[in-house]
C-alpha cells in the first residue's frame, strides 16, 4: 500500500512539475518599414511614371487609369510623365479557348426503393492570358519584366437547369477580365514594392511566458513581458529607436539570467531555457539587430526544445542582414514620403444641361439599322425619358454604369453615360426591361460581401405584389421586398447556407407557405425562387 502511495505521488508531482513549466503566447506590437531588394539609392531618383497599352474594351466600365490609380509604390513619387522608373504594361483581351458544362448525376432512393435521379449543371470556360510589365530606367539600372501570361478555367455556379448554366457562361467572362485585371494591380503591387519600395509593416508577434502562476518565475517572467509590450506599443515606424535597448535593458537581463538557473537537462528547464532564448531573440530583431538575435537563436537551437523556431529566426535575420546592406542603412524606422499622382480622365467637351452625364463623338450615323444595336429607353430619377441605341454585348455586363449612343437636335449621334444612381429602369426593344436596385455583390469573393450595398442595373425576373426578383450580369439572383430598399443576393454567404431561414423569413404570416418550406420544397436557384415568388402572391 505504501509502495502504491509513493508511486501515487511521484506521478501526480512529476503532473504538477510538467504543467508549471507550460508556455503561454503573448502579444506585442512591431511597427518598421519593409526595405526594398533593390532600392534606389539616390533619392533624387525615387520617382516612376506609367506607359500603358491595352485594347480599351478590356477596362469596359472602368477609368481607362485604372491601372495607374491603383498601383502605388511607397516611399516613390508617381508622376504623370518622365519618372526615373519607366513602368511598361502591355496587356490584351483573355481569349477563351473553350466553353463547357459539366453534368454531376445524384441518384437515390427513397424509403419505398423508388429511384430518382437529378442532374446538376456547371458552366466553365478555359482562356488564356497575355501581357507583361516592364520596369526600366533610362541608365539601365532597373530592368525588370513581370509577366502575366498563362492559361487558367473558370467554374460558374452550379445549377439544376441546363440552359442557366449555358447562359451564365457571359458573365463568367466578364468574371475572367475582372480577375485578370486584379491580378495585374496585385502583381504590379507586390513586386515593385518588394524591389523597391518601402511599405510599412504593423501587425502583432509573440512572447513566450511561463503559463502556470505558481511556478516561482511566472510573475517576474510576465511583469519582464509587460514591460517589453509596453515599449514595442510606442514604436511608430517613422521615429529611430536607437534609446529602447536602453529602456529595455531589465526584461533583457532578466530573460538573460533564466538559462544559469535553470541549467538540468529536464523537460521543464529547457522549456524555461527556450522562452528566454526565443524572447531575446525576438526582442533584437524588433530592435533592427539581426546579429544580435542570430545569437540567441544558435542557442535556441542548441538547446533542442523546438529548434525550428531557430532556424526560422534565423532565415529572417539573414535577409534583414542582406537588406541592411543593399540600403546601406541599419535601421528599418525613418518617415516614408509616398507622393501619388491622380489620373483623371479629360473632361467631356460637351455636357447636358440637367445632367451629370457626358457626351463624346463616337457612333457612326448608321447606329439606327445597325444589328448590334438595341433602341434603348432610359428613365431617370428626374422623370425624363431618354432614347437611344445601347450595343448588344454591352448588355452582358451590365453593372453601376451604362452607355447609349443618341442623336441631338441637330442630327448628330454621340454616346452619353448614365450612372445607375440616376436612372430608375432600362428598358430595350427586345423586351428586356432592366431596373436599378441597390445590393451588396457576393459571387465574385466566395460569398463575402466585402462592401455597402450600391445601385446597380438588374434584369427584372419577376415583380410581384411582395418580392420583386432581380438578376445580375454575373449570375447572382437578387431578391427584394416590396418594401424595402435593399436587395439581398441569394449567392450571399447567408442564403447559401441558409436558403430555408431566408425563404421563412419571407413568407412569414403564411402557413401554407411556410409548410412548403418546411418541407424544403424550394432551393436556392433561379426557377425554384420564382416559383415561391408567384406562390407568396397567391397566398392569401
Given at each position: 500500500?505504501?509502495?502504491?502511495?509513493?508511486?501515487?505521488f511521484?506521478?501526480?508531482?512529476?503532473?504538477?512539475?510538467?504543467?508549471?513549466?507550460?508556455?503561454?503566447?503573448f502579444e506585442?506590437?512591431?511597427?518598421?518599414?519593409?526595405?526594398?531588394?533593390?532600392p534606389?539609392?539616390?533619392?533624387?531618383?525615387?520617382?516612376?511614371?506609367?506607359?500603358?497599352?491595352?485594347?480599351?474594351?478590356?477596362?469596359?466600365?472602368?477609368?481607362?487609369?485604372?491601372?495607374?490609380?491603383?498601383?502605388?509604390?511607397?516611399g516613390?513619387?508617381?508622376?504623370?510623365?518622365?519618372?526615373?522608373?519607366?513602368?511598361?504594361?502591355?496587356?490584351?483581351?483573355?481569349?477563351?479557348?473553350?466553353?463547357?458544362?459539366?453534368?454531376?448525376?445524384?441518384?437515390?432512393?427513397?424509403?419505398?426503393?423508388?429511384q430518382?435521379?437529378?442532374?446538376?449543371?456547371?458552366?466553365?470556360?478555359?482562356?488564356?492570358?497575355?501581357?507583361?510589365?516592364?520596369?526600366?530606367?533610362?541608365?539601365?539600372?532597373?530592368?525588370?519584366?513581370?509577366?502575366?501570361?498563362?492559361?487558367?478555367?473558370?467554374?460558374?455556379?452550379?445549377?439544376?437547369?441546363?440552359?442557366?448554366?449555358?447562359?451564365?457562361?457571359?458573365?463568367?467572362?466578364?468574371?475572367?477580365?475582372?480577375?485578370?485585371?486584379?491580378?495585374?494591380?496585385?502583381?504590379?503591387?507586390?513586386?515593385l514594392?518588394?524591389?523597391y519600395?518601402?511599405?510599412?509593416?504593423?501587425?502583432k508577434?509573440?512572447?513566450?511566458?511561463?503559463?502556470?502562476?505558481?511556478?516561482?518565475e511566472?510573475?517576474?517572467?510576465?511583469?519582464?513581458?509587460?514591460?517589453?509590450?509596453?515599449?514595442?506599443?510606442?514604436?511608430?515606424?517613422?521615429?529611430?529607436?536607437?534609446?529602447?535597448?536602453?529602456?529595455?535593458?531589465?526584461?533583457?537581463?532578466?530573460?538573460?539570467?533564466?538559462?544559469?538557473?535553470?541549467?538540468?537537462?529536464?523537460?521543464?528547464?529547457?522549456?524555461?531555457?527556450?522562452?528566454?532564448?526565443?524572447?531575446?531573440?525576438?526582442i533584437?530583431?524588433?530592435?533592427?539587430?539581426?546579429?544580435?538575435?542570430?545569437?540567441?537563436?544558435?542557442?535556441?537551437?542548441?538547446?533542442?526544445?523546438?529548434?525550428?523556431?531557430?532556424?526560422?529566426?534565423?532565415k529572417?535575420?539573414d535577409?534583414?542582414?542582406?537588406?541592411?546592406?543593399v540600403?546601406?542603412?541599419?535601421?528599418?524606422?525613418?518617415?516614408?514620403?509616398?507622393?501619388?499622382?491622380?489620373?483623371?480622365?479629360?473632361?467631356?467637351?460637351?455636357?447636358?444641361?440637367?445632367?451629370?452625364?457626358?457626351?463624346?463623338?463616337?457612333?457612326?450615323?448608321?447606329i439606327?439599322?445597325?444589328?448590334?444595336?438595341n433602341?434603348?429607353?432610359?428613365?431617370?430619377?428626374?422623370?425624363?425619358?431618354?432614347?437611344?441605341?445601347?450595343?448588344?454585348?454591352?448588355?452582358?455586363?451590365?453593372?453601376?454604369?451604362?452607355?447609349?449612343?443618341?442623336?441631338?437636335?441637330?442630327?448628330?449621334?454621340?454616346?452619353?453615360?448614365?450612372?445607375?444612381?440616376e436612372?430608375?429602369?432600362?428598358?430595350?426593344s427586345?423586351?428586356?426591361?432592366?431596373?436599378?436596385?441597390?445590393?451588396?455583390?457576393?459571387?465574385?469573393?466566395?460569398?463575402?460581401?466585402?462592401?455597402?450595398?450600391?445601385?446597380?442595373?438588374?434584369?427584372?425576373?419577376?415583380?410581384?405584389?411582395?418580392?420583386?426578383?432581380?438578376?445580375?450580369?454575373?449570375?447572382?439572383?437578387?431578391?427584394?421586398g416590396?418594401?424595402?430598399?435593399?436587395?439581398?443576393s441569394?449567392?450571399?454567404?447567408?442564403?447559401?447556407l441558409?436558403?430555408k431561414?431566408?425563404?421563412?423569413?419571407?413568407?412569414?404570416?403564411?402557413?401554407?407557405?411556410?409548410?412548403?418550406?418546411?418541407?424544403k420544397?424550394?432551393?436556392?436557384?433561379?426557377?425554384?425562387?420564382?416559383?415561391?415568388?408567384?406562390?407568396?402572391?397567391?397566398?392569401?
Amino acid at each position: 500500500m505504501k509502495t502504491l502511495l509513493l508511486a501515487f505521488f511521484m506521478l501526480t508531482s512529476f503532473s504538477f512539475f510538467a504543467q508549471s513549466t507550460d508556455l503561454d503566447p503573448f502579444e506585442i506590437s512591431y511597427s518598421y518599414v519593409k526595405l526594398p531588394n533593390k532600392p534606389i539609392l539616390e533619392k533624387k531618383n525615387r520617382s516612376y511614371s506609367f506607359l500603358i497599352s491595352f485594347d480599351r474594351s478590356l477596362l469596359y466600365n472602368k477609368s481607362k487609369y485604372f491601372i495607374e490609380n491603383q498601383v502605388t509604390i511607397s516611399g516613390l513619387e508617381k508622376k504623370e510623365k518622365n519618372g526615373y522608373m519607366s513602368v511598361e504594361v502591355m496587356i490584351q483581351n483573355p481569349v477563351v479557348t473553350k466553353k463547357d458544362v459539366t453534368t454531376r448525376t445524384v441518384t437515390s432512393k427513397d424509403k419505398n426503393g423508388y429511384q430518382t435521379t437529378k442532374y446538376y449543371y456547371t458552366p466553365i470556360i478555359y482562356y488564356t492570358q497575355q501581357g507583361n510589365a516592364k520596369a526600366v530606367s533610362s541608365d539601365g539600372k532597373i530592368n525588370k519584366i513581370i509577366s502575366f501570361n498563362g492559361s487558367n478555367s473558370l467554374k460558374g455556379t452550379e445549377t439544376q437547369i441546363y440552359s442557366q448554366a449555358q447562359n451564365s457562361q457571359y458573365s463568367l467572362q466578364s468574371t475572367i477580365i475582372n480577375n485578370y485585371l486584379n491580378e495585374i494591380v496585385n502583381r504590379l503591387n507586390y513586386e515593385l514594392n518588394d524591389e523597391y519600395g518601402y511599405p510599412v509593416k504593423t501587425g502583432k508577434d509573440k512572447l513566450w511566458v511561463l503559463a502556470n502562476k505558481k511556478h516561482p518565475e511566472q510573475e517576474i517572467e510576465y511583469n519582464s513581458y509587460l514591460k517589453v509590450k509596453t515599449t514595442f506599443d510606442k514604436v511608430n515606424f517613422a521615429e529611430p529607436i536607437d534609446y529602447l535597448e536602453k529602456e529595455l535593458e531589465e526584461p533583457i537581463n532578466y530573460f538573460k539570467s533564466l538559462p544559469n538557473k535553470y541549467v538540468t537537462d529536464s523537460k521543464g528547464d529547457k522549456k524555461i531555457r527556450y522562452s528566454a532564448y526565443y524572447n531575446l531573440a525576438k526582442i533584437y530583431a524588433y530592435l533592427d539587430k539581426p546579429a544580435k538575435s542570430n545569437e540567441w537563436a544558435n542557442i535556441l537551437i542548441t538547446n533542442d526544445y523546438d529548434p525550428g523556431d531557430g532556424k526560422a529566426m534565423i532565415k529572417e535575420n539573414d535577409n534583414d542582414l542582406a537588406l541592411f546592406n543593399v540600403n546601406q542603412s541599419n535601421t528599418r524606422h525613418f518617415p516614408v514620403d509616398t507622393k501619388n499622382f491622380v489620373f483623371e480622365e479629360s473632361q467631356p467637351q460637351q455636357q447636358v444641361h440637367n445632367s451629370n452625364s457626358s457626351y463624346t463623338q463616337s457612333a457612326p450615323y448608321s447606329i439606327e439599322t445597325d444589328q448590334n444595336y438595341n433602341l434603348a429607353y432610359i428613365l431617370t430619377i428626374r422623370k425624363d425619358t431618354i432614347t437611344g441605341y445601347m450595343q448588344k454585348n454591352r448588355g452582358l455586363n451590365l453593372s453601376d454604369a451604362v452607355t447609349i449612343t443618341v442623336k441631338d437636335f441637330q442630327g448628330k449621334f454621340s454616346e452619353r453615360n448614365f450612372k445607375a444612381n440616376e436612372v430608375t429602369k432600362l428598358i430595350l426593344s427586345n423586351g428586356e426591361e432592366f431596373a436599378t436596385v441597390a445590393f451588396k455583390v457576393s459571387s465574385e469573393n466566395g460569398g463575402v460581401t466585402l462592401s455597402g450595398a450600391s445601385k446597380k442595373f438588374a434584369k427584372e425576373m419577376y415583380i410581384g405584389k411582395k418580392i420583386y426578383i432581380y438578376q445580375y450580369f454575373n449570375g447572382e439572383i437578387i431578391v427584394k421586398g416590396a418594401r424595402d430598399s435593399e436587395g439581398k443576393s441569394t449567392a450571399s454567404a447567408s442564403w447559401m447556407l441558409g436558403p430555408k431561414k431566408r425563404f421563412e423569413e419571407l413568407a412569414a404570416g403564411c402557413p401554407s407557405i411556410l409548410d412548403r418550406v418546411d418541407k424544403k420544397e424550394f432551393k436556392n436557384n433561379l426557377e425554384s425562387i420564382l416559383s415561391f415568388a408567384q406562390a407568396l402572391d397567391e397566398c392569401k
